[in-house]
């Protein structure tokens, strides 16, 4: 096998190096002109990205769907392998254009093991968390991509998060939150409060409930973070 001498290989490689600071100049590389002036190109590293590489980010509803247009079903396709048919069912109508189902695909997966760890460790955080919107896209998530979940979704859907709620259902909820700043009214439609609480400042780690009285057109809550039937 032929092998270059040391010092020629030396001299080799500080040649290359000459010739590649030769060809930034005019000319070179297509960024000079005719008349042997060098015509100003762009930064080998710009720090701007170029407009036709980037993919704006979508934006989303409350319901984690892209507000924008979205890929047809029949481009749902994988760069590898095939959907489910439920991963199908879950990516129509979510995937933004331009953007790889996949990814959006890993968004729900992720949601799925969110709610799944969370429940594992206490399923109350895990319902308040789908209650109070705070993991966005749960129902579609839970729906197709983890359903062993849907007892949590069916509690949460009978709940609502703090603020005002318009004309609840009556009953008693319980608060999914030990808070001891929690506090609610329920007024009629004249605007007169019909209940509210608590009464007495709870204790730490104790359970507030509310009672709705039928009629209720208001129920306003602070501090107490979700409710749900109790």
Known sequence: MYR???AAAVLLTAALALTA??????????????DGTAKAGPPAASA????????????????ARPTGPVLPDARLTPRTGTFKDNEK???????????????????????????ERTAKRDPD?????IVSGEVKGAKDAITYLCPEQKHLLAVAEKGFGDGVRTAPAAGTYRALTQSTT???????KD?????????????????ITATVPSGTAEFESTGCYAWIPA
């Open 4 to 6: 270059r001498p040391a």
């Open 89 to 115: 069912k879950y990516l129509s109508g979510r995937v933004p254009e331009r953007m790889d189902p996949a990814a959006v695909l890993q968004t729900g997966q992720e949601t799925c093991q969110r709610i």
């Open 182 to 188: 929690c506090t609610w009214q329920a007024r009629g």
């Open 125 to 129: 955080a895990a319902t308040a968390a």
């Open 48 to 63: 701007a990205p170029d407009p036709a590489d980037t993919t704006p980010a979508p934006t989303t509803g409350p319901d």
């Open 21 to 34: 600071c030769g060809g930034s100049g005019g000319g070179a590389s297509g960024t000079g002109g005719t």
């Open 191 to 207: 605007g007169a409060v019909l209940a509210s609480g608590p009464q007495t400042p709870p204790q730490q780690g104790t359970r």
